[in-house]
């Protein structure tokens, strides 16, 4: 089993039973989509939704699974662009269960198989590629309100 824990430029959702790592260049719109999935589940669009981490997450594979949290010194912790950084209830740990690349110049209309998966830390995982300019929560709604979602 290997447990060495790796730290990526990040934010992570617990949406449901699983989690939604996303990941994207800075000023990409990560924070944003992780508030946007809460506020979703606070007005009842999808069931559950809370913070694991914004901006740095520990990313462990073990037993087939990869794992998210934050790092302590930010845990709870989200930029809110304009406010700053705020205060949010937060799963001190969750399994991935969809990576949501946000900025991909590449991210096609209708992606092929191989585009809607991505192997992290050996982990093969539900991938969403979002292109740049483009909102990404209506896709990510219906990643999570489609009966093929594993999250």
Same mark, same amino acid.
């Given at each position: 089993?290997? =447990?060495?824990?790796? =730290?990526? *430029?990040?934010?992570? $959702?617990?949406a ?29 669009? /999808?069931?559950?939704?809370?913070? $694991?981490?914004?901006?740095? /997450?520990?990313?462990?594979?073990? *037993?087939?699974?990869?794992l ?5 010194a ?15 209830? *937060? ?31 050996? /982990? /093969? ?8 300019? =483009? ?10 309100? =489609? ?5």
């Amino acid at each position: 089993m290997d =447990t060495k824990t790796a =730290t990526v *430029h990040a934010s992570a $959702v617990l949406a449901g039973r699983r989690a939604i790592l996303i990941r994207g260049p800075a000023g990409s719109g990560k924070s944003r989509l992780a508030l946007a999935l809460i506020q979703a589940s606070e007005c009842g669009r /999808i069931t559950f939704a809370r913070l $694991v981490g914004d901006d740095r /997450i520990e990313l462990v594979a073990a *037993h087939g699974r990869l794992l998210a949290r934050s790092p302590q010194a930010l845990a709870g912790l989200i930029e809110v662009r304009g406010l700053g950084i705020r205060r949010l209830a *937060h799963e001190p740990v969750a399994v991935i269960g969809l990576v949501v690349d946000l900025a991909m110049p590449e991210a096609e209309r209708l992606p092929g198989a191989a585009e809607r998966e991505v192997a992290v830390d050996g /982990i /093969i995982l539900p991938r969403l590629a979002v292109g740049p300019g =483009t909102d990404p929560l209506p896709a990510v709604l219906a990643c999570l309100l =489609t009966s093929g979602a594993e999250v």
